[in-house]
């Protein structure tokens, strides 16, 4: 039947020569392209035609493709229908964009590093062949990735991780590939596209969400800075991903009573005199100020 439908769309198409071009409908395509129809019922993009209620020039594989009038006319040829393999990276980014700027961002993706660096949505989506009918991508979300960060695997099998390489949890936990929305809560930094989760927080707190707060007494840095000024997210040699191996040095970066913000006006405040950093035990900060990233009775963080 719906064959039959889209046949009486091209006769009259025959008769009217090359321009204007027309909207054929997809089922056209199918003579000549079968392999791509073969899987394209699985498709998230085959719904419309599915349910026999496609508008060619929205939906089906003109959609994407744009009209095939022309294309059919001349059967076949690259210069007579949209052919990605001919699309610069923005013509790529602009013919996914018009249906999906509500679900990707339009001023997010735009600005993102990706699309500053010519990577652009069929980089890493696969329309036609992907082995992962989930988000169409070109291949499974890890080995995407590496494909073109390979430094990064490294980091993920240092001895204190995050368990990714693992399965247990993936990139898009904590980066949005597509850019972010707004500037996120570290805004003038640079954002590394890092994914913002309800309330514009850091994609930390929807696992660590005992860090959240909001603590009736804050540690500044943990709040402003954000979780990465003390852990390194992918990976560290030292113990809970710390960026340093011994704490004490870690907090000493702030606590040295240099600069001229903070409560009195000189700086982070640093520990006091009782504080003898010669006795190794009071290296070892956490050992009494247990609560670091934040307390609700202690405004050192004691308890
Ligand atoms: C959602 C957008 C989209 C839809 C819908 C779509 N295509 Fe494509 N098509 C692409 C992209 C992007 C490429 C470039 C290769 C890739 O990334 O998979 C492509 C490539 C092709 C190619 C080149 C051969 C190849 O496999 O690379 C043909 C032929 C083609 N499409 C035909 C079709 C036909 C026929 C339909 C409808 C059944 C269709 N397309 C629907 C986006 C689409
Ligand atoms: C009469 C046969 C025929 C019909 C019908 C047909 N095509 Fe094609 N198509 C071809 C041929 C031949 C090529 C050229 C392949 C090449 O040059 O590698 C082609 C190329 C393409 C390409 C370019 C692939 C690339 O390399 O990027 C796309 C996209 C495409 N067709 C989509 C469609 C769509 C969408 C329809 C339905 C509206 C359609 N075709 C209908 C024969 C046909
Ligand atoms: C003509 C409109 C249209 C165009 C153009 C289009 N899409 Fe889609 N896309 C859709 C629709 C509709 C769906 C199905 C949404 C649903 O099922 O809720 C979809 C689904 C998807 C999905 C699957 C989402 C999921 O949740 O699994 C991905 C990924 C996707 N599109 C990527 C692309 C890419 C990449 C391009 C450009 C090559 C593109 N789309 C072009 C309309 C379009
Ligand atoms: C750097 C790789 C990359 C690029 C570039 C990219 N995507 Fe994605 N996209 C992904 C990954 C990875 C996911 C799956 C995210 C997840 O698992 O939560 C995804 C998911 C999606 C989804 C479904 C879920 C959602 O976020 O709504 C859509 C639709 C989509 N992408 C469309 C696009 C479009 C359109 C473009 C181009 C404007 C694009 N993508 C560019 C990697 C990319
Ligand atoms: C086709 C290659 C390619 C793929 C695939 C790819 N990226 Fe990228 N990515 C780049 C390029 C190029 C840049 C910009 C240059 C740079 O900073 O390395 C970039 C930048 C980034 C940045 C920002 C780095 C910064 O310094 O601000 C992050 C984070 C990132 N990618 C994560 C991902 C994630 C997560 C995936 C998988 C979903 C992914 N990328 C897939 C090529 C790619
Ligand atoms: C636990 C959260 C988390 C996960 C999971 C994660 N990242 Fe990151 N990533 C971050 C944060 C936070 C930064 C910013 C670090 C900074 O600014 O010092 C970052 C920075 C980056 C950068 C730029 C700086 C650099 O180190 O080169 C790239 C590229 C990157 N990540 C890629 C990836 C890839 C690829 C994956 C998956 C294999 C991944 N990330 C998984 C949190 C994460
Ligand atoms: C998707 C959930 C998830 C996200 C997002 C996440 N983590 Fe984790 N994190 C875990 C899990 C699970 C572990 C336990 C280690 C493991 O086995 O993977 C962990 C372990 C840790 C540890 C080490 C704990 C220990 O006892 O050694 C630190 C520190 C940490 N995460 C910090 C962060 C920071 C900082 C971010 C944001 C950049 C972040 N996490 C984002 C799930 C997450
Ligand atoms: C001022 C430095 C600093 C900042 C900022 C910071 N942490 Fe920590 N974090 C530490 C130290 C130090 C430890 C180790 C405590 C110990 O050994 O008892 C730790 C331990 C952890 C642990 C493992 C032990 C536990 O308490 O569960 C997790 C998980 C963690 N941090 C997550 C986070 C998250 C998420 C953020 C951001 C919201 C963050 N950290 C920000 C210093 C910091
Ligand atoms: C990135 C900078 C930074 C790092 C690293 C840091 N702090 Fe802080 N810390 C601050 C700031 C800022 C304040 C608030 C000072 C103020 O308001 O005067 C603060 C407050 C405190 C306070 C509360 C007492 C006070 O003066 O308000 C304690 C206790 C403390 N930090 C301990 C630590 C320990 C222990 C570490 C190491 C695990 C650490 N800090 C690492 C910046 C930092
Ligand atoms: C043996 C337990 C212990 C250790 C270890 C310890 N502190 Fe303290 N810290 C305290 C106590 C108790 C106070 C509050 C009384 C005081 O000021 O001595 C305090 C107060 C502070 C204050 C607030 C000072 C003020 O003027 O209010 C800072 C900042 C601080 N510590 C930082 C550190 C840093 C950084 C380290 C690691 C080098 C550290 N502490 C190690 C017990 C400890």
Redesign the pocket.
Known sequence: MRFAAALCLVVPFFATAQTPNTYVGSTTCRTCHPDVWLNFNKNPHYKSIASGKETPAKTGCEGCHGPGGNHVAAKGGKATIGAFSEFSPSQKLDACLSCHSKDVNRAGVRH???T????VCS??HSIHKSPTPKFL???P??Q??????AT?RGQFEMPSKHRVNEGAI???D??N?HGNVAPNWRTGT?????ATSHDNEQPCLKCHVDKRGPFVYEHASVRVEGCETCHAPHGSPNARLLRRPVVFTLCLECHNGAGTFGRQNAGVRLQSASHNLLDPKYQRCTTCHVRIHGSNSDERFLR
């Not at 500053?116 to 990577?119: G, Q, S």
């Not at 995407?144 to 960060?149: Q, V």
């Open positions: 993102s590093a990706h500053e660096a010519d990577v980089d890493c991508l070109a291949k979300q890890i995407l990735c590496y494909t073109c960060h990064v993936q990139c898009s904590c980066h590939p640079s954002s590394r596209l890092i």
